[in-house]
Structures are given as C-alpha cells and as structure tokens.
C-alpha cells in the first residue's frame, strides 16, 4: 500500500512540476528595428539555412511564430509577419528587431532560435554598418 502511494506521490510531482516548467517566461519585445546584421548562407552546414549574423558575431535563427505548419488555412497575422514573402540572399546587410525563443528546436545548431519582430533592408548606397 506505502508503495503504490509513493508511486502516486512521484507521478503528481513530475506532471506538477511539468505545467509549471511549461508557464511562458517575460520576454521583453523589440518591435523597432536596432540591430545591424547581415545575411549568411551555411546550407553547407548539416541541417542551416540562412541565418542572421549581428554585428557582435552572434548568430540568429529565425522561426516562423506559428511553428512550421505551412498547409492552409494561414494562422491569422501570418501575411504581417516581417518574414512573410522576405527574399534571403546572401550577404544582404538589414537592421532587424528580435525576440528569443525556447520554443522551438534549432535544427543547425548554429544560433538562436528567434521571433523576428522586425526587418528592414539597408540599400547598398547606405552608410556601412
């Protein structure tokens, strides 16, 4: 009887302790575009893609915030997200606004997985970052 108590006991503490690891943590939101990066290409590497190296080197994976579901119907505010139709290439330089996840797994290993809030793409005859 104590055994299958205890059995109860453990099963109650880890589903408790499951819920409570899952409450979202305060993310503070950049929606304005503040930090310079560049485009990079490592599909050479197992599992990347483009990512967004920031000036201090750091990279940045973006994910989509509605996961990676792409049949219809599109999640609503799907067609306002700043990656919504954004054309990668290499080497283009852009000013971005950004929000770390946790929620999703990074497939390259590279960076972090970030919500990207917002995008800006800086025109060759600008002012070098």
């Known amino acids: ?4 108590k205890t059995y109860h006991f453990i099963i109650v503490a880890f589903v408790t302790l499951g819920l409570w690891s899952c409450e979202s943590e305060a993310i503070e939101v950049n929606k304005s575009c ?3 990066a560049t485009i ?3 599909s050479g590497l197992d599992g990347c893609g483009y990512l967004f190296m920031l000036e201090n080197g750091d990279y940045l994976e973006p994910v989509w915030r509605w996961g990676f579901c792409g049949t219809p119907p599109l999640p609503e505010g799907a067609t306002e997200d700043p990656l919504w139709d954004f054309q990668f290439e290499d080497g283009k330089k852009l000013r971005l606004g950004f929000e770390y996840t946790n929620n999703y797994g990074s497939s390259c290993m590279k960076g972090k997985t970030v919500i990207i809030t917002c995008l800006e793409t800086i025109d060759d005859d600008s002012p070098e970052l």
Not at 1 to 4: N, R
């Open 40 to 42: 990079k290409d490592l």
């Open 34 to 36: 503040t930090y310079n």
């Open 1 to 4: 009887m104590l055994m299958k």
